[in-house]
């Protein structure tokens, strides 16, 4: 496979002249290194390729309207980026250590203490992010930014953030004020069609209420 555009622009000016960004990143960061910097409502993940450049995968909208390599290298926008996420189009690309941070602080290999594989060699994961390059199909659940770092570091496809933010929903779905709400919207609805009559409607809120309550309790024990 050939090297992509921007490998090949990377590696170029890494060897021409050591500017001061890519001196920093040196310094700062290793090769292989798994760096993450909050943005937007999660976390983002890449992976560090030395010379001052991060390969990461990243949701974005704009090749699927345009084929202008320059607009689709720059760095990626919030806006680019929800809407890659809706649309699911994603790639995995090679930007600036200050592109990948976007502002934010970077946190270095912070998954070592939380996986309970141990880390591959930081010149095979930096050869698994670089060999994954180009467009993939984003998934929120099963395949996005932590899913590709985690495989390229420790061999395996799972998202800590991603079980985080599905256990946070189930807990809000069987939350007792939730389940209240969610069976007074139910009951308004059915005598608004008058599909049913208020009698027939208490027989289905009460029980509806009462096995959400249950299960709620279940979970705070847990």
Same mark, same amino acid.
């Given at each position: 496979?050939?090297?992509?555009?921007?490998?090949?622009?990377?590696?170029?000016?890494?060897? +021409?002249?050591?500017?001061?960004? +890519?001196?920093?990143?040196?310094?700062? %960061?290793?090769?292989?290194? &798994?760096?993450?910097?909050?943005?937007?409502?999660?976390? /983002?993940?890449? $992976?560090?390729?030395?010379?001052?450049?991060?390969? /990461?995968?990243?949701?974005? $909208?704009?090749?699927?309207?345009?084929?202008?390599?320059?607009? $689709?290298?720059?760095?990626?926008?919030?806006?680019?980026?929800?809407?890659? @996420?809706?649309?699911? !189009?994603?790639?995995?690309?090679?930007?600036?250590?200050?592109?990948?941070?976007?502002?934010? =602080?970077? &946190? @270095?290999?912070?998954?070592?203490? @939380?996986?309970?594989?141990?880390?591959?060699?930081?010149?095979?994961?930096?050869?698994?992010?670089?060999? &994954?390059?180009?467009?993939?199909?984003?998934? &929120?659940?099963?395949?996005? !930014?932590? /899913?590709?770092?985690?495989?390229?570091?420790?061999?395996?496809?799972?998202?800590? =953030?991603?079980? =985080?933010?599905?256990?946070?929903?189930?807990?809000?779905?069987?939350?007792?004020?939730?389940?209240?709400?969610?069976?007074?919207?139910?009951?308004?609805?059915?005598?608004?069609?008058?599909?049913?009559?208020? !009698?027939? @409607?208490?027989?289905?809120?009460?029980?509806?209420? %009462?096995?959400?309550?249950?299960?709620?309790?279940?979970?705070?024990? =847990?």
């Amino acid at each position: 496979m050939a090297p992509a555009p921007e490998v090949e622009k990377a590696k170029g000016r890494a060897s +021409e002249q050591g500017s001061e960004e +890519e001196t920093e990143g040196d310094l700062l %960061f290793q090769r292989g290194d &798994l760096l993450e910097v909050p943005r937007t409502l999660f976390t /983002h993940f890449g $992976i560090y390729l030395g010379g001052g450049y991060v390969a /990461h995968l990243i949701p974005d $909208i704009l090749p699927m309207f345009s084929k202008d390599q320059g607009k $689709i290298g720059q760095m990626v926008t919030n806006g680019r980026l929800i809407l890659g @996420v809706l649309v699911k !189009c994603a790639s995995v690309r090679v930007d600036s250590v200050e592109d990948f941070a976007y502002g934010s =602080q970077i &946190l @270095v290999n912070r998954m070592d203490q @939380v996986c309970s594989r141990p880390p591959l060699g930081g010149e095979e994961v930096a050869r698994r992010a670089e060999k &994954l390059r180009g467009s993939v199909r984003y998934s &929120l659940l099963w395949y996005n !930014c932590e /899913h590709y770092v985690m495989y390229c570091r420790y061999g395996t496809l799972v998202s800590f =953030q991603t079980f =985080q933010f599905c256990k946070t929903v189930r807990k809000m779905l069987l939350s007792r004020r939730v389940a209240k709400v969610t069976a007074l919207l139910w009951a308004s609805l059915l005598l608004y069609f008058r599909t049913v009559s208020a !009698c027939a @409607v208490l027989p289905v809120w009460v029980p509806y209420t %009462f096995g959400c309550q249950i299960c709620s309790g279940v979970l705070d024990a =847990q």
